[in-house]
């Protein structure tokens, strides 16, 4: 059997005149995931367009199964593939978190849509398409990782990705916030559920070279399961990055386990300084927790911050982009995203948002976290990206910089000025190495940066 698997470009990410090296960070390893339950006679390869021009192969590509993996603002690309593909003749399987919140969008542009995770649909798809007889669609409810086969990482072009070595050792979230676009992708099972210990180990086992990326949710949300992988991970001489919240980096030890198995930056979901936010978007975790404190406990055991920030909650007025920076700044944040609020189909805020008639329009390009698609109430919607914007000039000028690492002291200064400098100030370098498909020659300084002088 041949199949094709498509990961389609963000709309963000598509500008013939710029590529920000955050498209060409990770490979698309859902779908080397899915692959990994094909046979060894089938033939498969995985499309990226991300990191490649992918419309001379789709336009003599004759498979007998296409997959392409559909998010928000890369929808209507992914539909534009796949009836150019059904038009042919090939069928056209369609999953992910979109196909999920909009199933019956989605269903006019497939053969066959999944709803959820993909670990126990996927392998029932395959059997039933191999008898020709596949079913229209397949909801996922039984949840687990045991068994999942290894990951096939000889379909990924590691040359093309700053960080190849991604991997995901859980699923979901213990949390449930309210404009959380993955929320509605674990309805119907469980939300939040890891791989067992051992298996974990084995696929970082067979990562070549040191650094690592966990791209979980939340690496820190089981505990036990947490200290038993950093306890394993704990002298293999890796350095890696993951994401947690701020409740779990607050818990006694489990920080300490992570530093000792190597863990250097962690992204950290602040999403608002305005404490009346947080408990209208069920952020229930941030609730009461000392943010101050948590950036100095990540800064003490030498652990780098990207923190989150959302612009735009009903508590937010036209103040809160500079105060956010200010903390941000004041605290010695590394790095920092900046979101206008979102809501998505499937979540929570985009109920609230549709029934109170908030939604400006459905035009998914545009549900990008940078523009505003509902009426905020605390400012106008020009004011919302306006500060949007200046945030990000904000706290990524020189001087901001220069502020932040002062906060520090050593080693501890220069890698805050090496990370935050490296990361926006040579965007002009960077898109030049994406074009060579040279990124991967930037690795190195990724770890001597994120080591910060520590011996493994």
Sequence with gaps: MRVTMILPALTEATSPLFRPIKYSLFPPLGLATLAAYLRDDDEVRILDEHVERIDDAVASDLPDLVVIQVYITSARRSYELADR???????????????????????????????????????????????????????????????????????????????????????????????CYKDAFFEGGKSFYTQLVDDALAEIDRLPGRH???????????????????????????????????????????????????????FVGFETINDVNLAEQRKRQNIGQDYAAVARRLHDAGVMVNASFVFGMDGDGPDVFDRTVAWAVDHGLETATFHIMTPYPGTALFRRMAAADRLVHRDWDRYD???????????????????????????????????????????????????????????????????????????????????GGRRS
């Design 369 to 451: 976290t940078r523009h505003v698609v509902y009426r905020p109430r605390g400012m106008t919607p020009e004011q919302l990206e306006d500060g949007y914007w200046r945030a990000y000039r904000d706290f990524y000028r020189w001087g901001s910089i220069w502020r932040g690492a002062a906060t520090k002291s050593g080693a501890g200064r220069w890698r805050h000025l090496a990370y935050a400098g490296g990361w926006k100030k040579f965007e002009p370098l960077w898109d030049a190495l994406i074009r060579s498909r040279q990124v991967l020659r930037a690795l190195p300084v990724l770890e001597t940066t994120l080591s």
């Design 212 to 266: 690592l990326y966990f791209l979980d949710d939340h690496l820190l949300g089981n505990r036990r399961f947490a200290e038993a992988l950093f306890d394993g991970m704990a002298g293999m001489g890796r350095v890696w990055q993951a994401a947690s919240t701020v409740d779990a980096i607050l818990r006694p030890g489990l920080l300490e386990k992570a530093v000792t198995a190597g863990l250097r930056s962690i």
């Design 85 to 179: 593909y059904r038009e042919r003749g090939v069928f056209v399987a369609l999953g992910g978190l979109h196909v999920t919140s909009l199933p019956e969008e989605a269903a006019g542009h497939a053969d066959a849509i999944f709803l959820g995770p993909g670990e126990d649909t996927w392998p029932r798809f395959l059997d039933d398409f191999r008898r020709g007889e596949p079913a229209t669609r397949y909801v996922s409810t039984d949840r687990t990782l045991h068994g999942l086969p290894p990951v096939r990482r000889d379909l990924i072009r590691r040359e093309r990705y700053l960080v190849p070595n991604s991997i995901v050792v859980s699923r979901g979230c213990p949390h449930h916030c309210d404009f």
